[in-house]
């Protein structure tokens, strides 16, 4: 065929030419030229009418073997069709979902093969796009060949080479490589220096192995040669998971000296891996650290555990001079080790399941070893902080129905509170935990709710049950029993009381608004209870009794909510509440033990609940008035602040809260606020002075104006990544004197500043101002630019619960883009 010219000219005439082009020479491929005159000439190209047929187009409109060119001229000659741009625009080519964009561009239609020279680029399918001064690719996208290189992968990370070979449809040879996860401009679009980069002589991208594998490499921070390795390897950054080392984890410690961390990831399958993560000291044996994760349809499966062979380390006094010395290794070398694992499992239906297994060892064994992330939140109930918990538990969920089943065992990890007054320790200077065997064995533990779908008398109708079985192995006074029920001989080798409970309630609500806008909402609550407990202490006489008891309440909750706008962007909300209730008086039984209710806060939502405990074994009666008032004040959508006061009072005193003194059972106090004719004030506020800051604020006050319980906490940013949380706790419920002051005041802080560019200071900290120390403090000195951090500092640890007494010393983390992270997680504080 001769050397035809195809200048720019309409649609149609175009059209006809193409058709021609594809009938005489193209019988395996379809050719389209278009020019961008206008929105009616970029069409789907004119195809051969028995390809139509046979072959589907794809989402851009091509079919598999057909090309669309966008360009102000092309020429044809033989099976070759070439096209040019001018010098402001580039040629645009689409042929198998792939687009190719170059200032000159030609496609062989017998070979299919395509080459494109001149700032040319290839942007694939899933969004990655390659530059390159040319590029040559042939049939199928399995071989290929392109000169100085530069791609940016689908999660950011950039790839450069001299030279790119595709050799087959799985493997890519570059040479002289450069790799970096980091951006390589600014926001204005100049050139930068990546913090982290691979530079290598050579690199081959195994699409198989789902690797890249790179020889002669050189690691460079900010451009700055670091390290060497002959070889090195790490995922294709396409993979989501893949086999290999993770970001290593060391620090110092003055017990176990310094320690390193190097995980190893193993993937089984898409569903399946295995992380092996052996930690070694310098002072102290290493501890292997093992984790398996599992995905199913309907569930997964983690278990995570450690052991070591060793002796033990702590803080003990083996000279009996009275003072402990700290990190002394003591006791015969034997098997130490850790289980936390947990299940989830969702099938189709209303049900789900799922269970956790925690158990240790060593009661210190995560202090010693600093095992992070112990104490999770993984099943249907949660064994609290230093509490691991083991559960099997089943729901059932409906739109109107709810039903759990549940039993679980705990241990305790705790320091026993009856060695308050000496620092938690034996004579030895050993720490001395909590007794396993008072904690309960909870099995079953049964919750259900049902609601009918259609109103009862004009309101809504809930129905409650609940029942749990409780027993102990070993005998627990106060606050479980009551203190009559205490025996003032030595309680040593006594059994625990066992309990059984089965409770029902109804509770029926009816919302209606006045004309004016008042909302009353009239309310029954009908509740009874059903006791059976065991093993009460031989001196009472008494060995099992067998308890029921009952409250019928009525009542009506009144609020009336004022608004009235300040501008067009503010507003005012002022809502006054109030609740009236009337009920039998409560029936507090001394032989019930109390399980679930010994910790109660008060704040805005529970101060107008019918039972205020969180549990069942103490419950409220007798005539009651609450009232509050909540303010709303908001300037826009972003800035807001709001304030909530409030109080109950009843008719009678309710004695049964009250708590004796643990060295002195004659003199008693109100932990709950509860116990009077009035109870605390309740305090809540939040405020949000603008998008960068915001705060919190609880408290509970006694009546005379003195802070029972108080929490605030502000969080602020500044700058593009500078921040800062301050958080202050106290808890002044418990009277000064005696063994048994659990009061506590603690002031947090978790801040980043920035000094010069990337590098800034980063502080952590916990001050206990009862007892005047600083608990647990953090200083490093960061760098961060959005893909590569590390922090060096300096740390201490003094909290109580350590076994081997004040830590300090070095600690590195890491965390680069791409590869992954040290783990370190900044909000664990304890």
Same mark, same amino acid.
């Given at each position: 065929?001769?050397?035809?010219?195809?200048?720019?000219?309409?649609?149609?005439?175009?059209?006809?030419?193409?058709?021609?082009?594809?009938?005489?020479?193209?019988?395996?491929?379809?050719?389209?030229?278009?020019?961008?005159?206008?929105?009616?000439?970029?069409?789907?190209?004119?195809?051969?009418?028995?390809?139509?047929?046979?072959?589907?187009?794809?989402?851009?409109?091509?079919?598999?073997?057909?090309?669309?060119?966008?360009?102000?001229?092309?020429?044809?000659?033989?099976?070759?069709?070439?096209?040019?741009?001018?010098?402001?625009?580039?040629?645009?080519?689409?042929?198998?979902?792939?687009?190719?964009?170059?200032?000159?561009?030609?496609?062989?239609?017998?070979?299919?093969?395509?080459?494109?020279?001149?700032?040319?680029?290839?942007?694939?399918?899933?969004?990655?796009?390659?530059?390159?001064?040319?590029?040559?690719?042939?049939?199928?996208?399995?071989?290929?060949?392109?000169?100085?290189?530069?791609?940016?992968?689908?999660?950011?990370?950039?790839?450069?080479?001299?030279?790119?070979?595709?050799?087959?449809?799985?493997?890519?040879?570059?040479?002289?490589?450069?790799?970096?996860?980091?951006?390589?401009?600014?926001?204005?679009?100049?050139?930068?220096?990546?913090?982290?980069?691979?530079?290598?002589?050579?690199?081959?991208?195994?699409?198989?192995?789902?690797?890249?594998?790179?020889?002669?490499?050189?690691?460079?921070?900010?451009?700055?040669?670091?390290?060497?390795?002959?070889?090195?390897?790490?995922?294709?950054?396409?993979?989501?998971?893949?086999?290999?080392?993770?970001?290593?984890?060391?620090?110092?410690?003055?017990?176990?000296?310094?320690?390193?961390?190097?995980?190893?990831?193993?993937?089984?399958?898409?569903?399946?891996?295995?992380?092996?993560?052996?930690?070694?000291?310098?002072?102290?044996?290493?501890?292997?650290?093992?984790?398996?994760?599992?995905?199913?349809?309907?569930?997964?499966?983690?278990?995570?555990?450690?052991?070591?062979?060793?002796?033990?380390?702590?803080?003990?006094?083996?000279?009996?001079?009275?003072?402990?010395?700290?990190?002394?290794?003591?006791?015969?070398?034997?098997? &130490?080790?850790?289980?936390?694992?947990?299940?989830?499992?969702?099938?189709?239906?209303?049900?789900?399941?799922?269970?956790?297994?925690?158990?240790?060892?060593?009661?210190?064994?995560?202090? &010693?070893?600093?095992?992070?992330?112990?104490?999770?939140?993984?099943?249907?109930?949660?064994?609290?902080?230093?509490?691991?918990?083991?559960?099997?538990?089943?729901?059932?969920?409906?739109?109107?129905?709810?039903?759990?089943?549940?039993?679980?065992?705990?241990?305790?990890?705790?320091?026993?509170?009856?060695?308050?007054?000496?620092?938690?320790?034996?004579?030895?200077?050993?720490?001395?935990?909590?007794?396993?065997?008072?904690?309960?064995?909870?099995?079953?533990?049964?919750?259900?709710?049902?609601?009918?779908?259609?109103?009862?008398?004009?309101?809504?109708?809930?129905?409650?049950?609940?029942?749990?079985?409780?027993?102990?192995?070993?005998?627990?006074?106060?606050?479980?029993?009551?203190?009559?029920?205490?025996?003032?001989?030595?309680?040593?080798?006594?059994?625990?009381?066992?309990?059984? &409970?089965?409770?029902?309630?109804?509770?029926?609500?009816?919302?209606?608004?006045?004309?004016?806008?008042?909302?009353?909402?009239?309310?029954?609550?009908?509740?009874?209870?059903?006791?059976?407990?065991?093993?009460?202490?031989?001196?009472?006489?008494?060995?099992?009794?067998?308890?029921?008891?009952?409250?019928?309440?009525?009542?009506?909750?009144?609020?009336?909510?004022?608004? &009235?706008?300040?501008?067009?962007?503010?507003?005012?909300?002022?809502?006054?509440?109030?609740?009236?209730?009337?009920?039998?008086?409560?029936?507090?039984?001394?032989?019930?033990?109390?399980?679930?209710?010994?910790?109660?806060?008060?704040?805005?939502?529970?101060?107008?609940?019918?039972?205020?405990?969180?549990?069942?074994?103490?419950?409220?009666?007798?005539?009651?008035?609450?009232?509050?008032?909540?303010?709303?004040?908001?300037?826009?959508?972003?800035?807001?602040?709001?304030?909530?006061?409030?109080?109950?009072?009843?008719?009678?005193?309710?004695?049964?809260?009250?708590?004796?003194?643990?060295?002195?059972?004659?003199?008693?106090?109100?932990?709950?606020?509860?116990?009077?004719?009035?109870?605390?004030?309740?305090?809540?506020?939040?405020?949000?002075?603008?998008?960068?800051?915001?705060?919190?604020?609880?408290?509970?006050?006694?009546?005379?104006?003195?802070?029972?319980?108080?929490?605030?906490?502000?969080?602020?940013?500044?700058?593009?990544?500078?921040?800062?949380?301050?958080?202050?706790?106290?808890?002044?419920?418990?009277?000064?004197?005696?063994?048994?002051?659990?009061?506590?005041?603690?002031?947090?802080?978790?801040?980043?500043?920035?000094?010069?560019?990337?590098?800034?200071?980063?502080?952590?900290?916990?001050?206990?101002?009862?007892?005047?120390?600083?608990?647990?403090?953090?200083?490093?000195?960061?760098?961060?630019?959005?893909?590569?951090?590390?922090?060096?500092?300096?740390?201490?640890?003094?909290?109580?619960?350590?076994?081997?007494?004040?830590?300090?010393?070095?600690?590195?983390?890491?965390?680069?883009?791409?590869?992954?992270?040290?783990?370190?997680?900044?909000?664990?504080?304890?």
């Amino acid at each position: 065929m001769t050397n035809r010219r195809l200048p720019r000219m309409g649609a149609l005439r175009l059209r006809l030419l193409t058709g021609a082009a594809l009938v005489m020479g193209a019988p395996l491929s379809q050719l389209a030229f278009v020019h961008a005159a206008s929105a009616q000439d970029i069409q789907t190209p004119v195809a051969a009418p028995v390809q139509a047929q046979t072959q589907a187009p794809g989402e851009d409109g091509l079919t598999p073997d057909a090309v669309f060119i966008d360009a102000q001229s092309a020429q044809r000659q033989g099976d070759v069709v070439s096209a040019q741009g001018p010098s402001d625009a580039r040629v645009i080519a689409r042929f198998q979902q792939h687009s190719l964009r170059a200032q000159e561009l030609s496609y062989d239609l017998q070979n299919r093969i395509a080459t494109a020279s001149g700032d040319a680029e290839l942007t694939a399918p899933d969004g990655s796009v390659v530059h390159a001064q040319r590029i040559e690719l042939g049939s199928d996208f399995k071989a290929g060949v392109a000169v100085d290189l530069a791609t940016r992968l689908s999660n950011g990370s950039s790839l450069m080479a001299a030279t790119a070979v595709r050799r087959s449809e799985t493997v890519s040879e570059l040479n002289n490589v450069i790799f970096t996860p980091c951006p390589i401009c600014t926001a204005e679009g100049a050139t930068r220096t990546p913090s982290v980069s691979i530079q290598a002589s050579k690199a081959v991208q195994n699409e198989e192995l789902r690797a890249i594998l790179y020889r002669d490499v050189v690691f460079r921070l900010g451009g700055v040669p670091i390290f060497y390795l002959p070889a090195f390897s790490h995922p294709d950054p396409s993979v989501d998971r893949a086999s290999g080392f993770l970001v290593p984890w060391g620090d110092y410690k003055s017990g176990r000296g310094v320690s390193l961390e190097l995980p190893y990831l193993h993937v089984i399958s898409p569903s399946e891996d295995i992380l092996v993560s052996p930690q070694f000291n310098t002072k102290v044996e290493p501890l292997m650290n093992l984790q398996w994760r599992r995905r199913f349809n309907d569930g997964m499966i983690v278990a995570r555990g450690g052991a070591t062979y060793g002796r033990n380390f702590g803080e003990v006094d083996l000279d009996g001079d009275g003072k402990a010395e700290s990190n002394v290794r003591f006791g015969d070398k034997t098997t &130490r080790s850790y289980l936390l694992a947990h299940g989830k499992f969702d099938p189709d239906g209303p049900w789900r399941w799922g269970f956790t297994a925690e158990r240790t060892s060593d009661k210190s064994l995560f202090d &010693r070893y600093d095992v992070r992330d112990t104490y999770q939140d993984n099943g249907l109930y949660y064994g609290d902080s230093r509490r691991l918990i083991s559960q099997i538990y089943a729901e059932r969920q409906t739109e109107r129905s709810y039903l759990s089943i549940a039993a679980f065992s705990m241990q305790s990890l705790r320091l026993d509170p009856a060695f308050a007054a000496t620092d938690f320790r034996t004579p030895e200077g050993y720490l001395v935990f909590e007794d396993d065997n008072t904690l309960p064995l909870v099995a079953p533990l049964v919750d259900a709710r049902w609601e009918p779908e259609n109103p009862v008398f004009g309101g809504r109708l809930r129905l409650r049950g609940s029942a749990v079985s409780l027993t102990r192995d070993a005998y627990v006074g106060f606050p479980t029993l009551a203190p009559s029920l205490i025996p003032v001989r030595p309680t040593d080798g006594l059994p625990g009381v066992d309990s059984r &409970r089965v409770t029902g309630q109804a509770e029926w609500r009816r919302a209606m608004i006045s004309p004016i806008g008042v909302r009353w909402e009239p309310f029954v609550d009908l509740r009874a209870d059903f006791y059976a407990v065991a093993d009460l202490p031989p001196a009472l006489g008494v060995k099992d009794q067998t308890l029921t008891r009952g409250r019928a309440s009525a009542g009506v909750d009144v609020s009336y909510p004022l608004y &009235r706008p300040l501008s067009a962007s503010s507003d005012l909300i002022l809502e006054p509440m109030a609740q009236l209730s009337i009920s039998n008086k409560a029936d507090l039984n001394r032989y019930i033990p109390n399980e679930d209710s010994q910790i109660i806060e008060l704040d805005h939502l529970s101060l107008f609940r019918m039972d205020r405990f969180p549990g069942y074994d103490l419950l409220e009666g007798g005539l009651r008035f609450t009232a509050g008032a909540r303010a709303t004040l908001r300037w826009d959508d972003v800035r807001s602040a709001s304030f909530f006061l409030g109080r109950s009072m009843r008719a009678d005193e309710q004695d049964e809260f009250l708590t004796p003194l643990p060295d002195d059972p004659s003199r008693l106090y109100d932990p709950t606020g509860l116990a009077g004719r009035t109870s605390d004030w309740v305090v809540n506020a939040t405020f949000n002075p603008s998008d960068r800051m915001r705060g919190w604020f609880h408290a509970t006050l006694d009546g005379k104006g003195e802070v029972r319980r108080a929490e605030a906490t502000v969080d602020g940013r500044w700058g593009r990544r500078n921040l800062a949380s301050l958080s202050y706790i106290v808890d002044r419920s418990n009277p000064l004197d005696g063994p048994g002051n659990r009061n506590y005041e603690l002031v947090q802080l978790a801040a980043n500043q920035f000094i010069h560019g990337n590098w800034g200071i980063a502080v952590t900290g916990i001050a206990d101002m009862e007892r005047d120390i600083i608990t647990r403090s953090e200083v490093g000195l960061l760098f961060d630019d959005d893909c590569f951090r590390i922090e060096l500092g300096w740390r201490r640890d003094n909290t109580r619960v350590r076994p081997t007494g004040p830590a300090e010393g070095v600690y590195i983390r890491l965390n680069l883009a791409t590869f992954g992270s040290s783990g370190y997680d900044r909000n664990e504080l304890r």
